[in-house]
């Protein structure tokens, strides 16, 4: 089955700073990778996502690329806020949510 | 805004007895979710449901149980609570996009 491994699994970043998360996934037949925003006391929240056929996808400050080649993701968060402090998920999918491989999660927290 | 809502949302009880854990969504979906996350933040995928009256054990074994009665409404079960069950436990549905409830944090003394 599919394996992703998540590093860091803590970063700290000072406010304004960029921050990114690597990701890398074992099934090459993966097509859908998702990342997962997870504040404390809550659920986690889909905050950005690209499928195999996108090398980047962007939105606002966020942004995520995909080397297939090299089996690996990473999600960049730009201009960091204290408000972008929580646990990040990267998950990789052959196509549906049943699928779905979760990465262990990163602690991010931006130092104001 | 996703409309998934568990409850309760915190939950200390006894070893020996037993529990039910609600999940409710508003948005049609087929297919339901239920995770355990442990304290080292990882996701694990304990039941599943594609629809009313269909359920699917996940990946991570578990004693748990679940029912599809109606589409809507997707509560776990656990008959004998152990202290072993001590967890976070997240309810989910989509139609394509995951959505997450805020969680039902369970301790088992």
């Known amino acids: 089955g599919e394996n992703v491994e998540q590093h860091p699994s803590t970063l700290s970043v000072q406010e304004g700073d960029s921050a990114v998360i690597k990701c890398t996934y074992s099934d090459s037949a993966s097509n859908y990778f998702p990342w997962y925003k997870q504040e404390l006391g809550k659920g986690p929240q889909l905050i950005i996502d690209?499928?195999?056929?996108?090398g980047e996808k962007k939105d606002q400050r966020i942004a995520v690329t995909l080397n297939k080649t090299a089996k690996h993701f990473s999600l960049h968060i730009t201009e960091t806020q204290p408000e972008d402090s929580a646990v990040y998920f990267c998950a990789a999918s052959l196509g549906s949510a049943r699928q779905l491989t979760f990465g262990s999660g990163t602690q991010l927290t931006v130092l104001p | 805004e996703a409309d998934i809502y568990q409850t309760p949302r915190y939950l200390v009880i006894g070893t020996g007895k037993k529990i039910t854990l609600e999940c409710s969504q508003t948005m049609g979906h087929d297919k339901m979710y239920w995770y355990q996350q442990d304290p080292g933040m990882e996701l694990h995928l304990i039941h599943y449901s594609y629809g009313v009256n269909s359920t699917e054990k996940g990946d991570l074994s578990s004693e748990s149980t679940v029912s599809r009665i109606r589409t809507e409404h997707f509560p776990l079960t656990l008959e004998s609570a152990r202290p072993s069950h001590t967890s976070q436990y997240l309810c989910a549905s989509s139609s394509g996009e995951l959505f997450f409830g805020e969680g039902s944090r369970l301790t088992v003394l």
């Open positions: 690209i499928r195999s056929n996108v």
